[in-house]
Structures are given as C-alpha cells and as structure tokens.
C-alpha cells in the first residue's frame, strides 16, 4: 500500500495523525482509509466542550472524500459540533485477539481510522435527501424507494454533519502473534481468535402487514 | 430497571451525564452499566490536547466501580491521560439496524455507556501485575497460569490507567421500530436486522510447537 506523500494519499500525514508508536501499522493512502470506513456502520466522534471531551456513537457514511453522520436537530452533540469546533472522527474494526505467549505480547487485530477536522451541515432540503438517500442506500440498497421520504418538517428535525478526509490516518494490525524468540518453545496455545460482526436472521416488527416478505438487501448485508 | 438516585445507581446522572434527548434511553443504575461494560473489549477514549478532541479505541476491562485500559508507557494518548486530565469514555455495542416504514423512523438497537472523568496510573509492579493478571483472566479465564508473565522490564514499558464510574449513563435502544400511525399501511417490510459479534475458528500462529490445542476459553469465547 502506498505511504507517506503518495499521489493516492487522503493527506499527507500531519504530526498530530500519523502513526507514532508503531509506525508499520500506519497507513495514509486513500485505498485504505476508504475501505476501513466502508465496512463499518458506527462511528464515535469526540468533541469538547468547555475542555470535557464527549466520545458519541453514531451512524456515519462516507461520500469521496467526505464523512458524513445525522442526528436530531435537537442533539447537543450536533449543535456543538456544527458550530465549527474541533472534532475526531474515529471507526474502529476488532478483527481478532492476538493470543501471545508472554503476556506482555498479548494484542488485537483491528483496523482503525482516525479524522480530525471541523464538521460542516448540509444544507438545504435537496442536499439532505441527496444525503440521507445515499446513507440508506449504503445499508440496504434498493430501500429508498420502498419506503415514505421524509417530509419537509421531518428534514429540519434532521441535522446532517459532513467533514473532508482531510487528515485521516489508518492503523491496523493483522497477523500472528510476535513472541520473543525464547518464548516460542513455551508449551502454550498461540495465534488468533477472529472475531466479525454477523447479522442474524431478520425479525419483523410484530405490526407488520401479512404477506410482505424480507427483502433481500438484509440477506446481503455484511459489515466489517 | 432503577433509574435516577435510587440505591443501585453508579450516581445520580449528573447535568453532563444525563440522557436527554430521549431519556427513556438513558439508565444508571450499577447493574446496567457494568452489564454493558462487561459485554465489550474495545472501548473508545477521548481526551483533548491544545482544544483538539482525539478518539483512540483501546482494549479495556472492569472491576468493581472501576475501568481499566493499558498500553505502552510510550504512547501519546497515555501519557496525557495519566496527567489527569478531562477524559471521556465509551463503549458502545451495536446490536442491530432498525428498519422503520419512514426514512425519518430508522433507527439502531444498541448499548452504550459513556463515563466521565480523570484517569489515573496504577502504580507499583504488584498492582499492576494483579491488573494484567484480571485482564487476561476476564478475556480467557485459565491463561494467566499458561503464559510468560511480564518482567520486570515490561511491566516498566506498560502504562495501566483506571477510572472510578463516578459520572457514568447507559442508552439503550432495543426492540421493534416505532413509526408514525399511518406509515403502518404501507407495503413496505419493517423489523429489526440483528447484529452480533461473532468469534470464529481459533487460528493457530504458524510457529505453534506441535501437539498443543486450542484451549476450552477459546470456544467458550462470547462478546456483547
């Protein structure tokens, strides 16, 4: 995967995202960064106010080089963070337990991004369609025109947040355990518990109208 | 389940802590939270340096009151925790995507708790042997006893921070979506997708000495 400065990075790593402390497990490239974030659903966005920082979770989708995540116009986290402050944006994918054999080797797979930025709202009611339509069509493609559209007061009950990618950092670590050389002849189980998420069969609301039948975008759907 | 100030409660909710978008959701009760807390891995902290918030997803565990996350002594985000500084932590599970007849009714079930506070370092090799020790037992309880244990010179490169669950709320959203009265008519499927982590098959690290099984707490492994 391309690195540091190349011509398919998000962002030349700043000093505040690149990865310091391992720094194999940093990556820059727009490829990367992308894909982490399409595999994931829920985000937690950190923000401050009056130097207490707030970690939120919250559903999220990516356009090109933008994230994107809604809420409640009434939301204190919304209205805080569309005010132009300082935000970080981070989607996180446990892959696995990294089962060493010293404790200290003891690790996770994972895949990470980390954004730090400013949010902006989406503005008018022809862009926040756009913009919700494209986050249900993420989910469940075919969706949108299954269901009713948000009506107009609807819409103004909805905030919708964008940031660019503009400096995003990924971190992920994969692969076997790295064991100091005398451990390996320890008598002890090594390697990976992988772990994903699954969806389960789905469950219909219990007012559901007879005769509709689970439409196939909820078979399909994978995450991580 | 208790709600605010009773008995079992972490803490009354506090102004920053309290849900308040749609407190039906909000819960803070003792058993609820550790419930959720217990239920994870991965925690997601925020803290502030220079007014820029950064989110970084670490592993975690509980005991008593208490949080607890590690890493290297090295690491940025731990060395400004362990200055006491304005932390945030949380924890969120998703547990599955909610499909209502309206755009404006989707939802997700999840769990989350978010806790407020200082961290603190856990100081001297046997505290922090006795934390390794409980970190490892909750995720695979019999392995402490298998493995190399740190040395004097890891627990040095280790930083272990806990947190009281002094300002602590948990949000809950379960169940079936609720939509408006009308939208019920529609010819459009309703429910709830679930969502779950799931481990897998334990994958043996390419350098395992021969001969040694994948240990019961492998395939006993639960999360969320």
């Given at each position: 995967m391309p690195k540091d400065g190349s011509p398919d990075a998000v962002t030349a790593p700043s000093q505040r995202t690149r990865?310091?402390?391992?720094?194999?497990?940093?990556?820059y490239d727009r490829a990367t960064v992308?894909?982490?974030?399409?595999?994931?659903?829920?985000?937690h966005v950190g923000y401050a106010i009056d130097?207490?920082?707030?970690?939120?979770?919250?559903g999220y989708w990516r356009e090109g080089d933008r994230v994107y995540w809604h809420g409640s116009s009434a939301s204190r986290m919304l209205r805080q963070q569309k005010?132009?402050?300082?935000v970080c944006f981070t989607v996180t994918?446990?892959?696995?337990?990294?089962f060493a054999r010293s404790g200290f080797h003891h690790s996770m797979n994972y895949r990470s991004v980390m954004a730090l930025g400013k949010a902006a709202t989406v503005e008018g009611d022809a862009a926040k369609l756009a913009a919700l339509e494209a986050f249900t069509e993420r989910v469940a493609p075919g969706r949108w025109r299954e269901i009713r559209p948000p009506s107009k007061q609807e819409?103004?009950?909805t905030t919708i947040l964008h940031m660019d990618l503009a400096e995003a950092s990924a971190k992920i670590r994969t692969g076997d355990p790295v064991d100091d050389e005398p451990d390996?002849?320890?008598?002890?189980?090594?390697?990976v518990l992988p772990l994903r998420v699954m969806a389960g069969t789905?469950?219909?609301d219990a007012k559901l109208r007879a005769g509709i039948a689970a439409p196939g975008y909820l078979k399909r759907f994978t995450l991580g």
């Open positions: 990865v310091r402390r391992i720094p194999g497990r940093g990556h992308h894909a982490i974030l399409d595999a994931g659903l829920v985000c130097g207490q920082p707030y970690v939120t979770p919250t005010q132009g402050i300082p994918h446990l892959d696995g337990i990294v819409l103004k009950a390996y002849a320890l008598p002890c189980w090594a390697g789905p469950q219909a």
